[in-house]
């Protein structure tokens, strides 16, 4: 089993550029989560989806857009990115209060 | 922002010794819990700890929380040169179904040979 994947691992953007980072998971969890984290700092949740068909807002949502395409995939999209979303971002599942996580994509915008 | 405040921010000990971080956060809590993540990785849940619960051990783990104070321990015992990794407490503000954590700023540990 895979657990949480996330595709790409790194990427560079340039300024206004749009991309869509992807997650997916092969443990039949219910819910999963998009969180970012800047150095120093912990992890700031950015996009959650408590079941299949539902999204939530975070802590953090401004400047991007989620979709929780099927169970398995919830994918993090950023419409016109900007250097302030130079980051490390995580997807997460979970079942009940635990969470796993994917091994994270390293995005810097120029 | 951040829910749980985590001191010390970094921490060095050697092998064999016992390693103590400490968490502080500012809301009630359904339970708290902590996260391992080495460099460059992921994190990987270690333990967690309930609001109605005072203490948890979990092999070399020890946790141990104060809703009176909003404050958390979590100890490492005999620790070992792969215990290096930032270690984050995160609160579970329970939202509906999903588990909706907030995560606190980390403290680094190294632990040398």
């Known amino acids: 089993n895979a657990g949480v994947t996330q595709t790409p691992k790194f990427q560079v953007l340039k300024t206004g550029q749009s991309m869509t980072l992807q997650c997916a998971q092969d443990?039949?969890?219910?819910?999963m989560y998009w969180y970012r984290q800047d150095p120093g700092m912990g992890l700031r949740l950015i996009y959650y989806?408590?079941?299949?068909?539902?999204?939530d807002k975070g802590e953090v949502p401004n400047g991007y857009n989620v979709s929780r395409l099927n169970k398995r995939e919830f994918s993090l999209r950023l419409e016109s990115a900007a250097p302030s979303q130079t980051s490390v971002y995580f997807c997460?599942?979970?079942?009940?209060?635990?969470?796993?996580f994917g091994p994270g994509t390293r995005l810097t915008v120029t | 922002s951040q829910q749980g405040e985590e001191d010390p921010q970094a921490l060095s000990i050697q092998e064999g010794e016992n390693a103590t971080m400490n968490c502080s956060y500012k809301t009630s809590i359904n339970n708290l819990q902590w996260y391992r993540q080495n460099s460059g990785r992921g994190l990987v849940h270690l333990i967690l700890i309930r609001s109605n619960e005072r203490e948890k051990h979990s092999g070399r783990l020890r946790v141990t929380l104060d809703t009176s104070k909003k404050s958390s321990s979590l100890l490492i015992t005999a620790s070992r040169a792969a215990d290096t990794a930032s270690y984050f407490c995160a609160t579970d503000d329970r939202a509906g179904t999903a588990s909706k954590l907030t995560f606190g700023t980390g403290t680094r540990l190294q632990v040398t040979l």
């Open positions: 989806s408590a079941s299949e068909g539902t999204t």
């Open positions: 443990m039949n969890h219910n819910s």
């Open positions: 997460a599942t979970s079942r009940g209060h635990e969470q796993y």
